[in-house]
């Protein structure tokens, strides 16, 4: 079979119709449904009513796959399916519909070794995610059915090179192998898939003159993020504060404004250095008649009560002397409908030079009332751009220009990105790359990411898929640590190794309940969910307050002021995250190596980062009791351990022996044995993982990350 062959498998089989049917307990005006497949856009999908007057249907042509959905009654109320395969619990507290689409071939259970091999699931291109160049090292990939197939063994230049199990999905399995390649011979490379009797060969061949690798910038992968929502960080100058301030230990509401600005965060900048942060996230800045400031009047001012355009670039540049890069945050899908260009709209109507900037329902168009023009979700407040129409398009890129270029912002962090024309984002981050070459682009993407990252818009997304699995294992309990495992290496391995190292780590953010929350206050889960985030490949985003044990509940309730008369020395969250951060940033295989899972068991498990120069082993321990893994070093780890392994929190050494070692672990706790030795007076002796040797290659602990003494 010829490549094309297998891409026209794929893409001819790759899709199903499916007939979504729904029948509302009481008469309805409209019902349309939206989901995971059309950006859960509640107008995008809308349902007819059948001449029952009770049945409202639509048929949909769903991607192979799981997809999860919600029918929406009269555009307001959002409502599950009774009939659907399963409805739980997406991660963040919504229960939604679940769908799975299964292409027909897969009739029959499959089998390995009945000689029966799927030719729907066969996918392979010479492009991201199956074919991919991370410095040297070339992986290619191949899709089949799960558990479907015996071996996947790729032919390389005519050498034979194993292709295992790379990770698998509801639906799929897909095998991977890697070699060296210096991209400046052309490739021939073929797939052998073999089950019982059966073997397929599948040719394909690359030029190395057109390839282009997808390189994002490397400065992240070295970062730890701190996210500040800017109302609510600190007060610096009463000179701007809004007429209707609201105290700083008031109760946020959707509208009220605490006046954080500035001034505020230049005060607080040696606060985030001495925090060990050198990436801040900024939700975003610009005019705005909300406190969140999604909804922009201009994308090109400061808002006042926030400072001015030149104050927040001098705070950049001031940050940037400390070591610390600025992400700030642009909602290029909509904006307020107070702009210059939306009231031209209103003021001229049809007639109006911008009337292609926006879309228009009906005429007159009226502030405030989403009827006459298409909004976000629905909300008046922030009518929805139309990014391609030209106009827009440089607009926008001009907004670009000027806040990497003058004002020396490093990253943006792209809104509800699954909602804005693709071809926009493919435009925006050549544009983007031209100004600054180093920017990094990341975007809101609360699913799988990889539509969005193939090298020809994001580099990278807000990774809530990480989110999702620790807040299942760690925060509620409702799976185990294998099924944690799984989730978190299906995620790594379906995304580009360069993707994964800058993948945007979060436990919490403004748009979901603070993660101790979520805990239900148990400081000893949060940080065993702060120690793997820390750890896992990707960087760690912290929320303004997650360090000194802020709580909070659904938005608006997560945004609350700094309490800034937390932050002192004897707040031993504070003094658990400088060491976790210490930690990270003196080993570097957490920034640069590769991730690998060695045992999980119910309660916990034990990963390996390996890198260049060295590595690290993590254990992990959900349980309420004690528990002690026996762990057998591997070659990749014990090469680079020429000194032995040392506990990260302590500097205590010891040997890696042949044998296995035993490591002991508190309850809700983890321990952290790297290859190199962190001799820092401050780890030892002030509430981490105190160990001794007790035998060549054994470790006791004998206290855990937190004293709950002081809860």
């Given amino acids: 079979m010829t490549s094309l062959g297998v891409i026209m498998i794929a893409q001819t089989l790759g899709f199903k119709m499916h007939r979504f049917i729904f029948v509302p307990n009481e008469p309805s005006s409209s019902i349309s449904v939206a989901g995971t497949f059309n950006g859960w856009n509640k107008e995008a999908s809308p349902m007819k009513l059948e001449d029952d007057g009770r049945t409202w249907s639509l048929n949909v042509e769903l991607k192979y796959g799981q997809h999860q959905y919600k029918f929406v009654r009269n555009g307001t109320e959002w409502l599950t399916d009774p009939k659907a395969e399963k409805n739980e619990d997406d991660g963040n507290g919504n229960i939604n519909s679940f769908l799975t689409i299964v292409p027909p071939d897969f009739v029959n259970s499959a089998k390995r070794g009945d000689g029966l091999i799927a030719s729907s699931a066969i996918e392979h291109r010479g492009a991201l995610p199956y074919f991919n160049v991370d410095g040297t090292t070339c992986s290619i990939g191949i899709r ?417 002021g700094m309490e800034w008369g937390k932050v002192n020395p004897n707040n031993e969250m504070l003094s658990f995250y400088k060491k976790l951060i210490k930690v990270r940033q003196s080993t570097n295989a957490f920034s640069t190596g590769d991730a690998n899972f060695l045992s999980t068991d119910k309660d916990g498990g034990v990963f390996t980062r390996v890198g260049k120069r060295d590595a690290a082993i993590v254990v992990f321990n959900r349980s309420n009791q004690p528990k002690q893994f026996s762990i057998s070093v591997p070659k990749s780890v014990s090469k680079l351990a020429k000194r032995g392994l040392f506990d990260a929190f302590t500097g205590v050494g010891y040997s890696a022996p042949e044998r296995p070692i035993n490591v002991n672990v508190m309850p809700k706790s983890f321990s952290i044995l790297v290859t190199n030795s962190i001799s820092n007076s401050s780890l030892s002796n002030s509430g981490g993982n105190l160990v001794s040797v007790t035998g060549r290659g054994s470790v006791q602990c004998r206290a855990n990350l937190t004293n709950r003494s002081q809860q």
């Fill in 144 to 560: 089949t059915r799960k558990n479907d197939v015996q071996s996947v063994t790729a032919i390389v230049n005519g050498k034979r090179i194993q292709a295992p199990v790379d990770h698998t999905d509801d639906l799929y399995q897909y095998n991977r192998a890697e070699f060296e390649w210096n991209r400046k011979s052309d490739l021939n490379y073929k797939f052998e898939i073999k089950d019982g009797g059966t073997v397929k060969t599948l040719p394909f061949s690359m030029k190395a003159s057109n390839y282009k690798p997808f390189q994002v910038p490397t400065w992240v992968q070295n970062s730890v993020i701190y996210q500040i929502f800017p109302d609510r960080f600190e007060n610096g100058d009463p000179r701007n504060d809004p007429k209707d301030l609201v105290p700083w230990e008031g109760k946020p509401t959707w509208f009220n404004r605490f006046g954080g600005d500035v001034a505020g965060i230049r005060k607080r900048s040696r606060y985030l250095k001495d925090l060990g942060i050198n990436a801040v996230y900024f939700n975003p800045i610009f005019k705005s008649p909300s406190n969140h400031r999604y909804e922009a009047d201009d994308f090109m001012k400061v808002d006042p009560e926030f400072g001015t355009n030149e104050e927040f670039k001098e705070l950049t540049g001031a940050l940037k002397q400390k070591g610390i890069s600025t992400i700030l945050d642009f909602a290029f899908n909509h904006t307020s409908y107070r702009t210059s260009q939306f009231a031209d709209i209103v003021k001229n109507g049809a007639n109006s030079q911008y009337k292609d900037w926006y879309f228009p329902k009906k005429y007159p168009v009226i502030p405030d009332d989403s009827s006459t023009y298409e909004a976000w979700f629905g909300f008046g407040s922030m009518p929805k751009l139309n990014t391609v129409n030209p106009a827009t398009t440089k607009y926008l890129l001009s907004v670009c220009k000027y806040w990497l270029k003058d004002v020396g912002v490093d990253g943006m962090r792209l809104d509800v990105a699954n909602e804005v024309d693709p071809k926009f984002w493919r435009i925006m981050r050549r544009y983007a790359k031209s100004v600054n070459t180093n920017s990094w682009i990341v975007g809101e993407i609360w699913g799988d990411g990889n539509p969005w990252l193939k090298g020809d818009q994001f580099d990278s997304v807000m990774n809530y898929q990480f989110r999702d699995a620790s807040l299942k294992f760690i925060a509620k309990g409702t799976i185990d640590a294998r099924q944690f495992a799984t989730n978190l290496t299906n995620v790594n391995k379906s995304y580009p190794t360069q993707v994964s190292r800058n993948m945007m780590n979060l436990l919490s953010s403004h748009d979901t309940p603070r993660f101790l929350t979520e805990c239900g206050g148990d400081r000893d889960l949060a940080k065993l969910a702060a120690g793997l985030q820390f750890t896992w490949i990707g960087e760690p985003s912290i929320y303004y307050g997650e360090e000194i044990g802020m709580e909070g509940g659904k938005d608006p309730d997560n945004r609350c």
